[in-house]
């Protein structure tokens, strides 16, 4: 990315990574990731007003092994979001700034993601 | 002596100049998102099984339409807010960065529209 044309000191070859910023960029990411699942919720919003047909195409799709696979990401991706959203606003309040409550608080929605994720997906399968 | 107002003083100082209703609305929408998005996934989940009838079904009551309406506003705004910020990051030529954030945002209102405008009709039953 250097558009000047001078050497970059080499940075995320070289910085271990930590949870810290690896939780970071995966929040961007999963929510880049959910605007697409938003465009397909649009989708399946809109054919529920034009008729039968359009929307037995987006059940389809939805239900293909494909489908299935992009709505347990979209899942994850929510509940990661939502997660780490939620420390991002105990941040924004002031509060887990200290180094070991951000590396406990990461761990923390890891594992309610992961989890959170588990349970929808065992109840989706149960309907 | 000074003829300006001390807001005047304020306004745009700072490196960015500008970002404090980007920030707010971000974290206005995202808190309206928590129980909202939740609600989201619940009732997707408990529509799995439905077929045409019965999704439209799950628009029928005014209070369930407006809380629909509701989540596709949050949703579609903090969406663009936080798209416009990843274009502002990674798009490094002006020209591309403005007709980025431009799509981005025009995009959001267009499916926000076309969602608001279906779930009005699936509610209203036609």
């Known amino acids: 990315m250097s558009t000047t044309g001078r050497p970059l000191s080499p940075h995320i070859q070289i910085y271990k990574p930590q949870i810290t910023s690896v939780l970071s960029i995966l929040h961007r990411v999963t929510g880049g990731f959910l605007c697409l699942g938003a465009v397909v919720f649009a989708w399946w919003v809109i054919t529920l007003s034009l008729g039968p047909e359009p929307f037995a195409v987006v059940r389809s799709a939805l239900g293909s092994w494909i489908g299935r696979l992009l709505l347990f990401a979209w899942t994850f991706s929510f509940f990661f979001h939502l997660c780490n959203g939620i420390r991002h606003l105990f941040w924004d309040a002031g509060i887990g700034f200290e180094l070991r409550t951000a590396h406990a608080s990461g761990k923390a929605v890891v594992a309610a993601s992961i989890a959170m994720t588990i349970a929808a997906f065992g109840l989706a399968y149960a309907m | ?126």
Request: aromatic share 8%; net charge positive.
């Open chain 2, 1 to 126: 002596m000074r003829y300006r107002t001390a807001l005047s003083v304020v306004r745009g100082a700072g490196a960015a100049k500008d970002g404090t209703r980007h920030w707010w609305a971000q974290r206005l929408t995202a808190i309206a998102l928590v129980p909202l998005g939740v609600g989201f996934v619940v009732m997707m989940i408990a529509l799995l099984g439905a077929d045409y009838d019965g999704a439209r079904a799950a628009f029928a009551h005014p209070v369930a339409a407006a809380l629909w309406i509701l989540f596709t506003v949050a949703l579609f705004h903090h969406a663009q807010l936080g798209l416009q910020v990843i274009v502002e990051d990674y798009v490094h030529s002006l020209g591309l960065k403005v007709a980025g954030i431009i799509a981005v945002k025009f995009a959001a209102m267009a499916l926000g529209a076309a969602c608001i405008v279906s779930i009005i009709r699936v509610s209203a039953g036609s």
